[in-house]
């Protein structure tokens, strides 16, 4: 049988835009709160005036993204149920706990300390401040935590089993599933790349205001302080970003070898593919340029293993589609007599690759009778799309390793005092603003296209994960989102630069 894209497809756009959107705040927002925790902890040890005036005008801009962030981000928890209610059915009991957990702990939690740093300023002693300040930031880095949980469950379901009598995945061990080897690389790779866009932004705004000639006592004192933060930070993005590379290799070996267009099984030592033109259609790469032994060392940390490619991963997939074929048969033959003890050890022994014959629901509903012929188009639709995967990875490197040159180069003239008479640095950190959201949402897009077919990897197709709905609703719905966000990035965009330009102390330099 056919099966209709067009809902799925919406709705896959729907949930991107959305996604993208909520995540021009949401790294900012991370940033920005431990430089103001660090600005702040100055003042308190030093009692210097300029930093408790410089962590309230940062404040206000974060304030405003903090704000914007919360706002773009309510409606995605949303759209499970109304874009993806089957998806919501199947692992509800897995991933509703994690959102949960993350709107009462975390959520609750910083939103409170964000009414205190803006209230508590005349309220709470000096050091009570700085306390909230720093849970503010420890807040929203746990908010993230929640959320990459969730998201690596999709990418590498661990501590779930599938329950025959409810027909859904249910929750079996939530310690596995918080312990995460995905998860934790996540985690700490995606908060770091958030520290870097604040430290990104702060360095930028700054520079601006040296290239001006205003409130250059606070700019000085932001720069120095945005590009020890800001080289810190791209140096842990780096080396996490590697790390997420090894767990790749790990458990997302698919998504790797889409994103090196690695064809065949790379003998050792494997190569990185540093450039070229991924043509799916006749399975090779031109005029590639690879470098020895790189690829090697990021997937499995040694120069003498294979990383699998794609023609292997595709048998691979092949076998699994028979083997939850008999998975299949089973559930079957459990429907019809709940007591067939047979049926239950055929399923226990195979229920691991249910998600693979599901796979064939797309060309046709009984599939138990699928044809070798549809198997293989399965088999085939089990790889993403390389090309995409292959540039924005690329891209999104490429953004890094700038940012670092930018960040190093101010940490240099910052600690030999001549940074504010480099005016190409200046420029060059003013013009790199985009780099950090441009890094970000190709990062994003690298992690979720690549674990397509799947929206939970091998349990679950996303064909099958979305609501019985109309399209016209999910144009209308998403037409109405498109407009509502554009709005709201107009505003936000409007509001941080009226702020930048009147800068601290309504327009009114501050005094060192």
């Known amino acids: 049988m056919?099966?209709?894209?067009?809902?799925?497809?919406?709705?896959?756009?729907?949930?991107?835009?959305?996604?993208?959107?909520?995540?021009?705040?949401?790294?900012?927002?991370?940033?920005?709160?431990?430089i103001m925790a660090i600005m702040e902890s100055v003042y308190v040890m030093t009692g210097r005036e300029i930093y408790r005036e410089m962590t309230r005008f940062w404040g206000k801009l974060f304030g405003i993204n903090y704000a914007l962030g919360v706002t773009t981000g309510l409606p995605l928890?949303?759209?499970?149920?109304?874009?993806w209610a089957y998806y919501s059915h199947y692992v509800g009991d897995v991933f509703g706990p994690i959102l949960a957990a993350e709107g009462?702990?975390?959520?609750?939690?910083?939103?409170?300390?964000?009414?205190?740093?803006?209230l508590g300023w005349n309220r709470l002693s000096q050091l009570q401040h700085l306390i909230v300040t720093w849970l503010l930031a420890v807040g929203g880095s746990l908010s993230a935590l929640w959320i990459l949980i969730a998201n690596a469950w999709m990418q590498y379901p661990v501590g779930a089993e599938f329950n025959f009598d409810t027909l859904r995945m249910e929750l079996a061990s939530f310690p596995e599933v918080f312990f995460n080897p995905v998860a934790q690389v996540k985690f700490v790779h995606t908060v770091a790349a958030g520290y870097t866009t604040g430290a990104m932004f702060v360095l930028g705004v700054s520079a601006w205001y040296l290239l001006k000639g205003r409130h250059l006592a606070m700019a000085r004192r932001s720069f120095a302080i945005a590009a020890s933060f800001g080289l810190a930070s791209a140096l842990s993005v780096i080396v996490l970003g590697d790390e997420s590379g090894y767990s790749a290799g790990e458990t997302q070996k698919v998504k790797l070898a889409a994103i090196e267009a690695a064809w065949e099984t790379e003998e050792p030592p494997a190569g990185f593919a540093l450039f070229g033109f991924p043509d799916q259609a006749a399975r090779t790469t031109h005029y590639e340029i690879k470098i020895p032994y790189v690829l090697g060392l990021i997937a499995t940390r040694s120069v003498d293993e294979e990383v699998l490619g794609?023609?292997?991963?595709?048998?691979?997939?092949?076998?699994?589609?028979?083997s939850g074929l008999i998975a299949y048969r089973a559930l079957e033959d459990l429907r019809r007599d709940r007591d067939d003890a047979g049926a239950r050890a055929t399923l226990a022994a195979h229920q691991a690759d249910l998600g693979y014959a599901l796979l064939l629901k797309r060309y046709r509903e009984d599939v138990l009778n699928a044809s070798e012929a549809e198997i293989e188009r399965a088999v085939r639709a089990s790889i993403p799309h390389v090309a995409p995967l292959f540039w924005t990875f690329r891209g999104m490197v490429a953004a890094g390793f700038l940012m670092l040159f930018i960040f190093a180069a101010a940490f240099y003239y910052c600690a030999r005092r001549v940074a504010d008479r480099k005016r190409w640095l200046l420029k060059l950190a003013f013009y790199g603003m985009p780099l950090p959201w441009l890094a970000s949402e190709l990062?994003?897009?690298?992690?979720?296209?690549?674990?397509?077919?799947w929206t939970i990897s091998g349990v679950l197709p996303t064909f099958l994960s979305a609501s019985n709905v109309k399209?016209?609703?999910?144009?209308?719905?998403?037409?109405?989102f498109i407009g509502f966000y554009s709005v709201l990035l107009v505003v936000e965009m409007f509001l941080m630069v009226k702020l930048i330009r009147q800068g601290p102390a309504e327009g009114q330099p501050v005094q060192a």
């Not at 894209?5 to 996604?19: C, G, H, K, P, Y």
């Not at 399209?471 to 109405?480: E, H, I, Q, T």
């Open 2 to 34: 056919g099966f209709d894209d067009t809902v799925v497809n919406l709705s896959r756009l729907q949930f991107a835009i959305t996604a993208l959107y909520h995540f021009l705040f949401v790294p900012l927002t991370l940033g920005l709160s431990f």
């Open 77 to 83: 928890e949303f759209q499970f149920g109304t874009n």
């Open 104 to 118: 009462l702990i975390a959520f609750f939690l910083e939103s409170t300390f964000v009414g205190l740093f803006f």
């Open 310 to 322: 794609i023609e292997d991963l595709e048998k691979h997939a092949r076998e699994r589609i028979h």
């Open 443 to 453: 990062g994003w897009f690298v992690a979720e296209y690549g674990r397509q077919p």
């Open 471 to 480: 399209s016209g609703d999910v144009w209308l719905s998403l037409s109405a």
